[in-house]
């Protein structure tokens, strides 16, 4: 055993670099490195064709690592790859500093800048998640019954009884957690009874949302040049939109290889991503890797069951890329990507058009006539305030103008008997669709 460093933020990197694998890792690395105060003394990179199962690396290249620990007084060893609690334990009695890798990193990042009750319930949540594979480093003098006076129990060992303990914190966080996500929930339920449209921005960590944010909504949301500065969500109401209320919401940043216990812990939040009805993709258009960054983004909202939503791509800081503000729109004539400069305004009034483009199209404004039978339908379309104006006729039917999402209409569509039968033929049909669209 040695004694861990309780302070410093001197490290020495490493970084394993496989084939078809580009510089554009370690930059990022480095920039995570930085983001969570640390100073880099040295960077030494080893070339693998796979993984060794006992330092990940070689053992001459753990060598020079710690040569270079030595020679630079380097606190802690900085790895920019996932390790098992095996290997970082082998780099650790090698080295004798303290050894993180890349999910151990992300992790103290978010927890520097967890602000909100939720944020660090999350944090707490996903710190201890990962914890609980590792127990083993460092307590291994203490896998013995406990003994002694005071000490004597029913026979659990320390390392028993730690699991224990985090497992009985893990639920609890977890129970939490759980109410945060009914009351969103809740919260989701008013704004689509009340017609508030919801978008969201997301994108790599860095591509300047926040910047973006506050020159949409007239915010002041803390931004700096840094991964991750933004970590709580977000969210305003987007002003001089002609659809109606439109809240716009600002994520944290995705990350290539997210760990998994982010993107477990942080489910409540990026529900928000999930349940928008636009999505507006920020990408760094001065960014030479940013095709990779679009890749790792589309990953992560894939994985929480998002990448069905409408999108529109934002390349952002087109004044450090030298662009002009531009658009393209898809076979639809809808804006698929825009180029602005969130930090000048450039292009600003476009991505409002084309924001409000995309959302008119998810509401449907049409007449719907019920009859008696349908009396149900009729109170359900009043329930949700979506009923604007009714007449009746002379043989006894309503005759109703509906304002309603897309959405609130597919529910309807759900209803069993006539009613649903009804909302699927009268408003989600193909052919009603087409009709409408012609009168817009």
């Known amino acids: 055993m040695f004694e861990r460093a309780e302070r410093g933020n001197r490290a020495v990197v490493l970084h394993p670099v496989f084939a078809g694998t580009g510089p554009e890792l370690l930059d990022e690395f480095q920039e995570l490195s930085r983001s969570a105060g640390v100073e880099i003394s040295a960077v030494i990179t080893a070339p693998r064709d796979r993984p060794d199962a006992r330092f990940f690396v070689g053992s001459g290249k753990i060598d020079e690592v710690a040569d270079q620990v030595t020679a630079t007084g380097a606190d802690l060893v900085l790895v920019s790859r996932p390790l098992s609690a095996i290997q970082e334990r082998n780099i650790e009695k090698k080295c004798q500093c303290r050894v993180l890798d890349r999910t151990t990193l992300i992790l103290d990042i978010f927890a520097q800048r967890a602000r909100s009750h939720e944020g660090k ?26 003994g002694g006076i005071g000490l004597r129990g029913p026979g659990e060992t320390q390392l028993e009884t730690d699991r224990r303990l985090v497992g009985q914190r893990i ?29 969201a921005l997301v994108g790599y960590t860095n591509a300047g949302k926040s910047t973006l944010f506050n020159a949409l909504t007239d915010s002041d949301v803390g931004t700096q040049d840094m991964q991750f500065a933004t970590l709580d969500p977000t969210v305003r109401q987007l002003p001089n939109i002609p659809t109606g209320n439109v809240l716009l919401v600002d994520t944290v940043g995705f990350v290539s290889d997210l760990p998994h216990e982010l993107v477990a812990a942080f489910h409540a939040t990026l529900q928000e991503t999930r349940e928008a009805d636009l999505l507006l993709h920020v990408i760094d258009a001065s960014d030479p890797f940013h095709q990779q960054r679009e890749h790792d983004v589309e990953g992560v909202l894939e994985s929480v069951d998002a990448s069905t939503i409408p999108i529109v791509r934002v390349f952002n800081k087109i004044d450090l890329a030298d ?31 084309a924001i409000a483009v995309r959302l008119k199209g998810k509401r449907i404004n049409t007449w719907i006539s019920l009859e008696g039978r349908h009396a149900k339908l009729r109170s359900q379309l009043f329930d949700l305030g979506a009923v604007e104006e009714e007449k009746s006729t002379d043989d006894g039917q309503w005759l109703l103008h509906i304002n309603l999402s897309q959405q609130d209409a597919e529910h309807l569509g759900r209803m069993p008997g006539a009613e649903g039968l009804l909302v699927r033929e009268s408003i989600l ?4 669709l087409v009709a409408r669209q012609g009168e817009t």
């Open 429 to 432: 049909s193909p052919s009603a």
């Open 323 to 353: 662009r002009p503000v531009s658009t393209r729109q898809d076979a639809d004539g809808h804006v698929e990507r825009i180029d602005v400069s969130a930090l000048h305004g450039s292009g600003l009034e476009e991505l409002k058009e």
């Open 171 to 199: 639920g609890y966080l977890k129970g939490r957690l759980d109410r945060v996500r009914q009351q969103r929930a809740q919260s989701r339920r008013r704004r689509e009874r009340a017609h508030v449209f919801t978008v």
């Open 121 to 146: 319930l999350q944090v707490e949540l996903a710190q201890l998640r990962h914890l609980s594979t590792r127990l083993v480093r460092g307590w291994t003098h203490l896998e013995r019954q406990k």
